[in-house]
Every structure is written in structure tokens, then in C-alpha cells.
């Protein structure tokens, strides 16, 4: 089979692999669409000690089944795949919280992922897609359910005003899913200018360039002085994990999903002078996953407006496009 191999920093190669066999309670998997997640990103500069070379990244994808162990699938069958696979015995995985598994594997992270034509998984791993669910919209499942696992960790968000720091595409869906449970204001801080402009079109109220204005100041101002009633961080850098608590309404919850540093020193003070709290959001339950094909089938996402489609023989240009920083791709799928 094709796959697009990690094979250095800065590398990727299109290789032919040989097809994996599959075990009792597995299906074969044939992929035909798979997403680029910031973390993708972050393992083909090189940043991410857990996705060693040689490997195939991706974990965001859905396909067909094209062989199955299992009488539960057959062939032919469309799916999205959970990409956790977890102990399932464990306190955490009884409690429908699967992500926090101590034991758990992801794919393009600890196993070969989904860019590549096949991939073999668990039964368990596998979400029917509903009748007249594109697999491109499947390829969606994955960071929508991590934007509805941020948004379950904050509170009640009805008639809030919201921050969200990052217009990458989990920061894009936040705002999405945000704005679908309820929350009136939202405001997008980012350096791209390409991803502020295509929020300001997804329907963001405020967007801010950090590199020409102070956001913290501008959050304040535009909030009479209060701060937002939550705020996101989907980047994960010193600077925006201190601007989120800074930006957060006393009495307000700040969020942190990205990773872009693996050490944040901040300034917890207002955590205990203002009573923020500030809570950890990672990946997503099967709930949250079975979630977001529901909202995925409601047509509510202009999928069609952000996503930029290519071929895995695209994989080398397509990542070095994303790694300027300045790309005007906000979403990128490889169909396969």
C-alpha cells in the first residue's frame, strides 16, 4: 500500500508499506480521507518526542471497511475511526473517559496512522457514518469531538462571551461549537492573517492580530474592562497561555488544548486572586466522537469553505506550506 511516511524532520516520503494483517475483533480499513492536525504538524518539525521516525502520521480519518473479522462490519461499510485505542478495562475506560487511559495507543502518534491507504483497527474503534455523510466529513469527526470536549469542560457558556487564542483549525471548530452551545460573543486572537480574515467570514466578532496589537488590552476594552466570560487556548505557548488567564473574567474559566511548548511559565496569580479556573482539555471521549457525527449530519458546518483538498503525493509541499506559519490553508485532507 501507499502511505506517507514521517522519515525525518522536515521529511516526508511516499513509500510503498506492506498491508498489516488484522486479528480477531479487527477490520481492515480502507482510508478515503484523512486530515492534518496541528500535532501532525508539530511531529514533522520535528517537535514531538512521541512520533518517532519512521511513522505515518495522521490521526483524523474514515474510510471504508474492506475486511473484517467481525460480523458487526462488512464490507463495503462506512466509518470514522476512533483513533484511541484503550485498555478497556481500566477506572477510565468504565467511565467513558477512554482519553485519560494510561495504557492507551494512538495512531500516527504510537502506531502507524491514516495517511496511508490502509489501516487496521479494532472493532470497537469503528463510528458508522450516517447515509449521506461524505468521507471528507468524516475526516472531520476527530477535531470536531476535540471541540466539543473543550467546550464540555467549560461551564454553562449561554449568553457568554468567549476568547478564543489560535484560528488554527481546532480554534476555528471551538468557536464553531461555541457558538452552537449557546454563546453570544466571540473574539479570535491570531498572528495569520489569512486564518483572521476566514474567521472573520466564519462569523467571529473580534479578531486580533497579535503581532499589531496587545490582545490582552483589546479583550479588556472590548469587554468594558471585565475580561471574557471563557477563554481557549488552542496554542499552547507561554505567551497565550499567560494572555488566556490575563483575558478571562474573575470567576471565569480558561481552557488549555494546544501544545506548542512543553513548558508554560506563567503567572498563576489570578488564579487565586480572580478565582479563574484553569482546566486541561485532552482529545475526547466516544460520547464526544459520537457527538460530533451528529452535528456533523445537522449540515451545520461550511466544511466546504475552509477545507483544501490534496493527494498524498501532495503530503511533502502541503506540510511544508503549513510549516511557514503564514499559510493560507486553514484545513488541509488528503482524499486517497
Not at 475483533?25 to 518526542?49: I, M, P, W
Not at 454553562?156 to 468557536?175: E, N
Not at 453570544?184 to 472573520?200: E, W
Request: glycine residues 8%; charged residues 20%.
Amino acid at each position: 500500500m501507499k502511505a506517507l511516511v514521517y522519515t525525518a524532520p522536515r521529511k516526508l516520503e511516499l513509500q510503498e508499506l506492506a498491508v498489516s494483517e488484522i486479528g480477531s475483533s479487527e477490520v481492515r480499513v480502507k482510508v478515503r480521507a484523512a486530515a492534518v492536525c496541528g500535532s501532525d504538524l508539530h511531529g514533522f518539525l520535528g517537535r514531538s518526542k512521541r512520533r518517532v521516525p519512521p511513522l505515518v502520521l495522521g490521526h483524523e480519518f474514515s474510510g471504508e471497511v474492506a475486511d473484517s473479522s467481525d460480523v458487526a462490519f462488512t464490507r463495503g461499510d462506512a466509518v470514522a475511526v476512533y483513533p484511541i485505542i484503550s485498555c478497556g478495562a481500566c477506572r477510565y475506560c468504565a467511565s467513558d473517559r477512554e482519553n485519560l487511559c494510561p495504557s492507551k495507543r494512538v495512531y500516527g502518534l504510537d502506531i502507524h496512522g491514516g495517511l496511508a491507504e490502509y489501516v487496521g483497527a479494532p472493532v470497537r474503534c469503528l463510528f458508522r457514518l450516517p447515509a449521506g455523510m461524505s468521507f471528507l466529513e468524516g475526516s472531520l469527526v476527530e477535531p470536531l469531538a476535540n471541540a466539543i470536549h473543550v467546550l464540555k469542560r467549560c461551564p454553562d457558556v449561554r449568553g457568554q462571551s468567549g476568547l478564543i487564542y489560535g484560528a488554527g483549525p481546532i480554534g476555528m471548530l471551538c468557536a464553531f461549537v461555541a457558538r452552537h452551545f449557546g454563546a453570544v460573543r466571540l473574539a479570535v486572537v491570531d498572528r495569520n492573517p489569512h486564518r483572521l480574515s476566514k474567521m472573520h467570514q466564519l462569523g467571529a466578532d473580534l479578531t486580533i492580530n497579535a503581532s499589531a496589537e496587545d490582545p490582552v488590552r483589546t479583550i479588556l476594552d472590548w469587554t468594558a474592562g471585565t475580561g471574557a466570560d471563557f477563554s481557549i487556548d488552542a496554542v499552547g505557548n507561554t505567551a497565550c497561555r499567560e494572555n488566556s488567564i490575563a483575558s478571562t473574567a474573575a470567576g471565569g474559566t480558561a481552557v488549555c488544548i494546544g501544545l506548542e511548548e512543553e513548558v508554560c511559565a506563567v503567572d498563576t496569580r489570578p488564579l487565586v486572586t480572580r478565582e479563574v479556573d484553569l482546566k486541561g482539555s485532552y482529545a475526547y471521549t466516544r460520547t464526544d466522537f459520537a457527538d460530533a457525527i451528529e452535528l456533523l449530519q445537522r449540515k451545520l458546518l461550511p466544511w466546504e469553505t475552509f477545507v483544501t483538498k490534496a493527494q498524498l503525493a501532495q503530503g511533502q509541499a502541503i506540510f511544508d506550506d503549513l510549516a511557514t506559519g503564514s499559510s493560507a490553508i486553514m484545513k488541509a485532507v488528503f482524499e486517497i
